[in-house]
Nanobody
Framework: VQLQASGGGSVKAGGSLRISCSVSGRFSGTFMGWLRQAPGKEREFVAAIRWHGGVTYYADSVKGRFTISKDNARQVVFLQMNGLRPEDTANYFC??????????????????WGQGTQVTVSS
């Protein structure tokens, strides 16, 4: 299974972007997640969605601004980002995990990392 993120770009604070993650091959994970890494910082959890059922999980920093969704038939996961802030600037990755529900918040539990897509928010 390969994951490929796309759709990043540069926006001004308050703007919106939608990034996508395409899955090649048969997806067998339990959760699909979005994680991000800013320069000089550790990778952090952003959002996740249960592949079957669609339950969603968010980091407190993005709750109410970001929405994760999926299209199972096309094997694509989206992250709609509204109200973007300069601190959202990072390289955004999609990845999967088969861990228990609480593991979705832990970046080290993810595998099959895609290449990432850069999101830059200017003030």
């Amino acid at each position: 299974v390969q994951l490929q993120a796309s759709g990043g770009g540069s926006v001004k604070a308050g703007g919106s972007l939608r990034i996508s993650c395409s899955v090649s091959g048969r997806f067998s994970g339990t959760f699909m997640g979005w994680l991000r890494q800013a320069p000089g910082k550790e990778r952090e959890f952003v959002a996740a969605i249960r592949w079957h059922g669609g339950v969603t999980y968010y980091a407190d920093s993005v709750k109410g601004r970001f929405t994760i969704s999926k299209d199972n038939a096309r094997q694509v996961v989206f992250l709609q980002m509204n109200g973007l802030r300069p601190e959202d600037t990072a390289n955004y990755f999609c990845a999967s995990t088969n861990g228990i529900t609480s593991s979705v918040y832990n970046p080290s539990m993810y595998r099959n990392w895609g290449q990432g897509t850069q999101v830059t928010v200017s003030s």
